[in-house]
């Protein structure tokens, strides 16, 4: 079995991705997190000087998204064919984008945070859960999961960034029964549910 490190400061960020698929695979792996204040004397001792950075044997990889699909793909989370793959993407990037958002308001200074962060719930949320509730629909009427008939990076990428909205806002998911289903459904996973339960609650 491969030994894998995964670099990361605490927080779920970019890294939680690759945590879930993960944990999705029963996989053990070194969870090293870097506080912020380590973080400028750590920075120059990484390749692109970002995080998070994953080690497989020796081999480092950086990139998020790289990473979550090179894990993926490994244990078959990435799609069963071409066009699987197509769709799983289409739906990662989209919920990317949408985590890029909020990253923006986070770490906005403080005289503006407060109204993008509005925005980004009363516009940016409804925008983006209504595209991927009409995803989530076309396969099995969304009574399942985003591509094909088991669950894939896809469906742990959606409920990984839909968490900062609905910690923000309870209710944020109203009016889109499917999506809030298939979000039960993905947290009720054995596997997953077992890594929620231990997983502590961080606004990011």
Known sequence: MPNYKLYYFPARGRAELIRLLLAAAGQDYDDIKISFEEWPKKK?????????????????????LAIA????????????????????????DTANDYLGEY???YFAPEDTKKEMLEKYLKESTPKTLTCL??????????????????????DLCVYEVLTNAVQKDSKIMDGFTKLVEHRKRVASLPKIKEYLDKRPVLDV
């Open 69 to 92: 699909r090179y894990v993926a793909r490994e244990y078959g989370y990435a799609g069963k064919n071409n066009m699987e793959q197509a769709l799983v993407d289409q739906v990662v």
């Open 103 to 105: 990253f923006k308001c």
């Open 133 to 154: 509730n009409k995803w989530l629909e076309q396969n099995d009427g969304g009574n399942g999961f985003f591509v094909g008939s088991s669950m894939t990076m896809a």
């Open 44 to 64: 120059a001792t990484f390749q692109t000087g970002q995080l998070p950075t994953f080690d497989v044997d020796g081999q480092l990889l950086c990139q998020s």
